[in-house]
């Protein structure tokens, strides 16, 4: 138990000490449904989290392995 403690700790915590001045976060769920009742297509989501992040002039700060935008900020 104490491993996932510390895990956590590190991985969420830890890296925001160090941060200094005053930030607003806002996280945005969109959530992606098929109304087919089939899997939704990923590639939509992306799509459509690209197009918010275009659209509304943010800058892209976290990629996954593929390239794709997971995060984005308004410097």
Known sequence: MSNIKELIFDNYIA???DKKGT???VEIELPI???KGEATDHDTARKAFNKAVEK???AGTKFDAKGNCHEAKDE
């Open 15 to 17: 890296p925001m000490k």
């Open 56 to 58: 509304l002039g943010l």
């Open 23 to 25: 930030y607003v976060g």
């Open 33 to 35: 449904v098929n109304l």
